[in-house]
Each structure stands twice: as structure tokens, then as C-alpha cells.
């Protein structure tokens, strides 16, 4: 099974400002099947990057994801009021088998 | 627009079975090449997967819980439904189905719907 690490658990960052999340795998991801999730309270988890660094449908293009291998980052340029929420790493790996990472809740400073 | 519904028992005593259904509409679930997931998030904590089934009635089950649950179709009315026996407080969460697109994320979710293990 890969373990996704995120880092860090808490980021306290203000409105404009830059976000810079970062998921580690415990082995390479095959195939950049890394996905980027935004959750928020009482809701369900929204997708927001797949395939590592594609954008899905109807995401601001602040949002994007780099890496490959274990190393995997989701940034969002400048900070709107609306993006602060947790943010979970998803990967698909073989067995079959999904797994998240524990999240990075970013909150407001 | 493809939506998800989850419905079933919100309480649960220990030692007895969950079921939970998940209702699809706007799109059929015998679409090949996805899987139906279900996905599970206990109070205050992270994403749990728990297991997929295609169209064809084929499923998979996160190894940590393959022992206790068992996913079904129902093409007829066009939605799944998970069990899982033998629940204790651990299995307390919101459970949420979801449809994997077939590379290897989940896109469309349902709102989720909470189940609590207790006597």
C-alpha cells in the first residue's frame, strides 16, 4: 500500500498571498495518478487536479499541481477568501487500491 | 449533470450491518470503463476508501475491510449500495459513494450521509 504524507497538517496564510502544499509517497505514484481534492465543512470533497497537473472542469487557473514520482505539489497562486478549506492528495495504485493523504488545512492568518 | 444520492440508516447498533444505497441520476451506471466507489470520513478525520464495483457486477474492496464488506449493483435502478457487518464505533463516519472516472479519480460525488455505531 502507498502511504501519501502531506505537509504541512496547519498553513495560516492571508488572502493574496501564495499556497504551496506538498504530498509525499511512500513509492512512486504510477503514472501521475495523483489527484487534488478541496474539502469543505459539511460538504463533500471537490475535485480540483488530476493526472498530477490537469486542472478539472471549472477550476480557476490559480490552482495547479506539479511532481512526479513521490513528490507531488498543489499551489494556488493568490489566495481568494474562498479557498481556505482542507486539501487532501489522492493516488491509484495497483492491488487495486486508493489512498488519501491525512490533509493540509489552510487557514486564514 | 451527473448526480449521487446516498440513503440508508443513519444509526447503527454494534455488531449489526450498515447498508447504505447510492442513487445515481443524469447519467446511466452501466457506462463502462467507471467504477463506483464508496468512501467513508470519520468525524474530524481524513478519507477512507472502501471499495469499487463496475457495471459488470465485479468489485474490489480496500484490504483493511475486505473481510466485512460487500458492494452490489442494481441496474435497474440505476444505483449501488454497500454493507458492512459486523460494525463497531470505529466504522461512525460520513460515507460518501463516488464515481471514479477510469484514471483513477473521483469526480462526481454524493453529499454524504452520516452513520453512527451505537447502542
Redesign the interface.
Known sequence: EIVLTQSPGTLSLSPGERATLSCRASQSVRTNFLAWYQQKPGQAPRLLIYGASTRATGIPDRFSGSGSGTDFTLTISRLEPEDFAVYYCQQYGSSPMYTFGQGTKLEIK | QLQLQESGSGLVKPSQTLSLSCAVSGGSISSAGRSW?WIRQPPGK????IGYIYHSGSA?Y??SLKSRVTISIDRSKNQFSLKVNSVTAADTAVY?C?R?EG?????Y????TLVAVSS
Open positions: 466507489n481524513g478519507l477512507e476508501w474490489y480496500n484490504p460518501y463516488a471514479e484514471r483513477g479519480f473521483f469526480d460525488w454524493g453529499q454524504g
